[in-house]
């Protein structure tokens, strides 16, 4: 017996587990819920675990199970329900140790909510009651909210994994679920890639190549959702401060002819650069004195902890789960709503500050304990105490 129960895997002991993750694309070079999985498989099977990946297409690693998941795409609904069920019926015959789901499926020992929930991504997206009583009620709307039910009421998920306590506290309020099945584990910052050194080695030419001078002051803005992501705010709140040495780069993939508009508009003029997508941010983060985003909602906005790690400091808003590791006026300025006041106000205390680069510097290090390393710690915690609630 002594001998079985050396043999039972134990992440803690570094012992082997079977290790199921789902997401529909493994994929690095997709979005972030895609890039973090293809991480940590990536972390699992360096420390010698069996790591199995279901998706519906993507990548493949040395030494890496991948298993095809098909689903309905003719629909938003039916991709949700199909992969939901389609993935469940793959993992099941496989007798796997733990499975983490990054996507709503039927049956998951951890499902990690990264994009947030439900209820509140509608409240952020349609404001307006009417609207979104009547968003509510459309195919995909309503396959988000019964898998979401099914998650959390009724058994589909041993564990709850959040990137924040926004995202946890949420979860608690608008489901029935107990408060000790959802754990916070913060994302994890790749410090070899983002760090003061791009700063040094990209910052400088990147100033040079879109003609902002030394004593300019330079935010930049990144996200591909600009009214989600507050940009009117921020072009309205910097046109309202009469400060001309401010220079702002937008980079993102959504459209930028209504904001190029609204900047002219604005007088704000040549002082506004669109960039585009920016595959790799480090130039831009080092370039940049102050990154902004003045989001409506973020789980947790990882760009804002890479700009943190490059040594930039971060204003955000309280509905972005970053905000937590943020204390303002020290390392960064947290907004308490999103307004053209607060944001202008926020704006005026940075430019007030003397010794910005030590404001920098301190984002810098409280970025720098949140590494893969740390985020392993806390989730091979969270696997040990599935596989002894499997064990009962």
Sequence with gaps: MAVQEARRPDPLRGLPMKVGLVCRHFLSTRGGLERYTVTLAAELL???????????????????????????????????LSFAFMAS??????????????????NQDIFRASDGINPVQMAQRYPNPWLRRFKAVTPRRRALTFLERRIFERGGARFVMTNSRLVRDQVLHHYRVSEDRVRVIYNSVDTSRFNPAARERLGAPLRRRYGIGPEDRLILFAGN?????????????????????????????DSAAPYRS?????????????????????????????????TRYDPFANVCLEAMACGTPVMTTRMNGVSEVIETGRDGFVLRDVSVGELA???????????????????????????MEAHMRDLLALYADVIEDKRG
Aim: with cysteine; aromatic share 10%.
């Design 46 to 80: 360096r420390r010698g675990h069996d790591v199995h990946v279901f998706a519906h297409g993507g990548e493949r690693l040395p030494d890496l199970h991948f298993h095809p998941v098909p689903f309905f795409p003719l629909s938003s609904p039916g991709k949700n």
């Design 89 to 106: 019926r793959r993992i099941a015959p496989l007798r796997l140790d733990v499975v983490q789901s990054m996507e709503r499926i039927w």
């Design 225 to 253: 959702e600009f009214r989600l992501k507050g940009l009117s705010v921020l072009l309205e709140a910097v046109a309202g401060l009469d400060a001309r040495k401010i220079r702002i780069i937008v980079a993102g993939s």
């Design 262 to 294: 609204r900047a002219r508009r604005l007088g704000l003029g040549d002082a506004v650069v669109f960039a585009g997508y920016q595959k790799a941010l480090e130039g831009f983060y080092g370039a940049a004195d102050l990154f902004v985003l003045p």
């Design 345 to 371: 106000a926020s704006l005026r205390a940075y430019l007030a500050v003397d010794d910005p680069r030590a404001l920098g510097a301190r984002a810098c290090q409280k970025a720098s304990s949140f590494t």
